[in-house]
């Protein structure tokens, strides 16, 4: 359901961009967090987990609960499953179903953050993956259930990445976290991380070099066409195929020379991991691992689940730019966290008013506010 990656431009510089994949829409909402902004991270039985975010942070997010007449949503209810702070940061959070298990004790004199709260603790107080690295070291995380996805745990790993090109995965696995050093800058879904290592093994004959020409016996065969050299590639929208793809597409990609060509670029890379309605579709009878949220279920008349490409964005490291895009529109609308550091207050805009928006949606964002 999800495919990220990293690219690099002529001169070094990070990109970074990755597809969200569901079967249904879900409340997402653009959120500026600024400096100074206070968060408590808590899990029942244990002490909370308070801090201030040092780094303005633009983020995608969506609401851990369903409101209520007494209770609407507020800014405090949002999580961040995408995002980039102002040092080059970036955070994104990735499905992984085998989270849950068994959990390590944690000391009762510690306070314990909520894995639903990793994305605003890491983009909101540090800068590169080493930091991020070193405070793992120190801060226990939990998984919680999440009634908005019908009581599950987490079932999520987490990419981040930094301007230097450095990444890691943090993966729970049957309750069991590991921290991983990321040397391809790519991540989709299951199995784990240090699996998909391994299977890049069974594909070192990959190259973007067409061999177009061979002979037979005493036949001369030649291709008509360009582009045999990605006949190599795993087909399938699985998150084993995609994986393989989105290496290959990193590594290989041309250079671009200067940066909006690098997003560009980018943007056309990240096109090969999208994906329409009815792609591919599972019947109710055949069973299927699509995560399916309380209140927000597909429309039951429809006969089968599709997964689509719900949105797709695009991060440009160096110069704090944001980019997204929904399923409803082949144009991105754009955010510079750079304007949006004069906000002294979170603020929120839904999905719903980018709409058919291409361009700069920072005026947007700063135009609006959060409780």
């Known amino acids: 359901m999800c495919t990220s990656l990293s690219y690099k431009d002529a001169a070094g510089k990070v990109y970074f961009g990755r597809t969200l994949e569901l079967t249904i829409d879900l409340p997402y909402q653009i959120a500026y967090y600024p400096p100074g902004f206070s968060v408590t991270s808590a899990i029942e039985g244990h002490a909370p987990a308070t801090f201030a975010t040092?780094?303005?942070?633009?983020?995608?997010?969506?609401?851990?609960?369903?409101?209520?007449?007494?209770?609407?949503?507020?800014?405090?209810?949002?999580?961040?499953?995408?995002?980039?702070?102002?040092?080059?940061?970036?955070?994104?959070?990735?499905?992984?179903?085998?989270?849950?298990?068994k959990q390590a004790a944690v000391e009762a004199t510690k306070s314990v953050l909520s894995a639903s709260d990793i994305?605003?603790?890491?983009?909101?107080?540090?800068?590169?993956?080493?930091?991020?690295?070193?405070?793992?070291?120190?801060?226990?995380?939990?998984?919680?259930?999440?009634?908005?996805?019908?009581?599950?745990?987490?079932?999520?790993?987490?990419?981040?990445?930094?301007?230097?090109?450095?990444?890691?995965?943090?993966?729970?696995?049957?309750?069991?976290?590991?921290?991983?050093?990321?040397?391809?800058?790519?991540?989709?879904?299951?199995?784990?991380?240090?699996?998909?290592?391994?299977?890049?093994?069974?594909?070192?004959?990959?190259?973007?070099?067409?061999?177009?020409?061979?002979?037979?016996?005493?036949?001369?065969?030649?291709?008509?066409?360009?582009?045999?050299?990605?006949?190599?590639?795993?087909?399938?929208?699985?998150?084993?195929?995609?994986?393989?793809?989105?290496?290959?597409?990193?590594?290989?990609?041309?250079?671009?020379?200067?940066?909006?060509?690098?997003?560009?670029?980018?943007?056309?890379?990240?096109?090969?991991?999208?994906?329409?309605?009815?792609?591919?579709?599972?019947?109710?009878e055949q069973g299927g691992g699509h995560l399916e949220v309380q209140g927000l279920q597909q429309d039951g008349k429809e006969p089968y689940a599709t997964e689509f490409t719900s949105w797709t964005n695009l991060s440009d490291l160096d110069r704090g730019l944001f980019f997204i895009r929904d399923y409803r529109s082949l144009n991105y609308s754009s955010f510079d966290l750079k304007a949006l550091s004069a906000l002294t207050a979170p603020a929120v805009v839904p999905f719903g008013k980018l709409g058919a928006l291409a361009g700069d949606g920072t005026s947007l964002l700063k135009g609006s506010s959060a409780r």
């Not at 999580?79 to 970036?90: F, I, Q, R, S, Y």
């Open 54 to 101: 040092r780094h303005g942070t633009i983020a995608v997010t969506m609401p851990y609960r369903l409101p209520t007449p007494d209770k609407p949503i507020g800014i405090g209810d949002l999580k961040v499953l995408e995002g980039l702070n102002d040092k080059g940061l970036t955070f994104s959070l990735l499905s992984y179903p085998t989270a849950a298990g």
């Open 119 to 284: 994305g605003l603790w890491a983009l909101g107080q540090f800068a590169t993956v080493e930091e991020v690295k070193a405070a793992l070291d120190e801060q226990p995380i939990m998984l919680q259930p999440l009634a908005l996805l019908g009581g599950v745990e987490s079932p999520f790993h987490y990419v981040v990445h930094d301007a230097s090109g450095a990444a890691l995965v943090i993966e729970f696995d049957h309750g069991i976290m590991t921290v991983y050093d990321n040397p391809v800058g790519v991540m989709t879904n299951g199995p784990k991380f240090d699996w998909h290592l391994v299977n890049l093994n069974n594909y070192t004959f990959l190259s973007n070099v067409d061999k177009s020409s061979a002979t037979f016996g005493a036949y001369a065969a030649a291709q008509p066409d360009s582009g045999i050299a990605t006949a190599g590639l795993p087909a399938s929208n699985t998150s084993v195929g995609r994986f393989v793809r989105a290496a290959y597409y990193a590594e290989f990609t041309e250079k671009a020379a200067e940066p909006d060509l690098a997003v560009q670029t980018l943007a056309h890379i990240m096109n090969n991991f999208d994906r329409p309605r009815g792609a591919s579709i599972d019947y109710p």
